[in-house]
């Protein structure tokens, strides 16, 4: 079995051109019906932290597995990452576990991904300026995913509750992105005025006070949430003209639980995967408004995953342990 660190897995080099490859690969198994995927049950050691267990299995990439991944909104504040976790792989021939893997990178990564895929099917072709609410690290992969898909991108507006967060973000990815103008933005609203994109990215809370209403998403519009129901008002999300998620099973299930998404719209009019398939169609004008709440799906980690390991086999990465 092969082990891979964080670092490990960095240095494998999968670019954002890699990874939204796997990942629209990815749902478009999902919209032909080649994957198993059941919804993610969790734990919650404490208020608004999360412990989830994702499995998932993709025919054709032929990779089955486990990601176990935390989020504790308070780890910041004590020197450690929000987000922390393994993701074992399994030979789906055998069950035998072939690889064990830091997951932080792969969900950093792959939420970015997400939000590139669902910029390609529902936003307008030449949108020129993204909103980021909330400059963390999936901030950072979600620009570097826009930047990938929307090749009109000029314009960036950041806002963040903590400025120093603003600021490291924009000097960060200034440098990566020197071509974009990056502007900092002293609210939510100030950030809504003419954005094409605007994606959300701020910790995810059990009772929130959500910051972005109705009337702000612009005509013509993609919001993508990465933060559950926690940045967009139920008003906002109804007066879209289309919602879509990356997985409507899993989105129905996690409502069940009487926590989150009480106030999504009752029609759902399609996952990514259905439109990466070609099932149903992406955007059809440049006035609709379009949702996308992407939660975070266990396939785009497993077809990621996939990729590192046929990497870390051919270059002798990682360190072998036996069972």
């Known amino acids: 079995m092969i082990y ?3 670092k490990d897995v960095e240095d494998l080099d999968m670019t954002m051109k890699d990874v939204l490859a796997a990942v629209d690969n990815g ?5 032909l019906g080649k994957t198993e995927m059941p919804p993610k049950p969790g734990i919650h050691p404490r208020p608004n932290a999360f412990v989830h267990a994702m499995p998932a299995y993709v025919q054709e990439v032929e990779s089955a597995g486990l990601k176990w991944v935390s989020g504790y909104p ?14 074992v792989l399994n030979d789906p021939a055998t069950g035998i576990p072939i690889a064990v893997m830091d997951c932080a990178w792969i969900t950093a990564m792959r939420t970015g991904a997400s939000v590139g895929v669902a910029a390609k099917y529902l936003a307008r072709p030449d949108s020129r300026t993204a909103a980021i609410l909330g400059c963390g690290v999936q901030a950072r992969t979600s620009l570097m995913a826009l930047v990938e898909t929307l090749p009109q991108l000029k314009e960036v507006l950041c806002c963040d509750a903590f400025p120093a967060a603003t600021k490291r973000f924009m000097d960060e990815m200034g440098q990566r992105f020197p071509k974009l ?5 002293a609210s939510p609203a100030d950030m809504m005025k003419g954005a094409d994109v605007v994606v959300t990215a701020i910790p995810i809370v059990a009772k929130p006070k959500p910051p972005l209403e109705a009337g702000m998403l612009k005509v013509g519009g993609l ?5 559950y129901d926690s940045a967009w008002t139920s008003a906002a999300m109804k007066e879209c003209d289309r919602f879509c ?27 990514l995967g259905e439109l990466a ?13 379009i949702f996308a709440m992407n939660m975070g ?3 785009d980690d497993m077809v990621t995953a996939k990729v590192l390991y046929e990497r870390a086999v051919k270059t002798g990465a990682g360190v072998r342990l036996p069972l």
């Open 223 to 227: 919001g993508v949430s990465l933060d």
């Open 277 to 289: 398939a070609g099932k149903k169609k992406g955007r059809t004008n440049d006035r609709e408004k």
């Open 245 to 271: 998620s990356d997985d409507v099973g899993q989105l129905l299930s996690t409502k069940e639980h009487g926590v989150y998404f009480s106030g999504v719209p009752k029609k759902i009019y399609a996952d």
């Open 181 to 185: 103008n990056l502007i900092s933005c």
């Open 297 to 299: 799906i266990a396939v």
């Open 27 to 31: 749902f478009r198994l999902k919209g």
């Open 74 to 87: 308070s780890n910041p504040d004590k020197g450690l990452p929000y987000i922390t976790g393994l993701l």
């Open 4 to 6: 891979l660190s964080r």
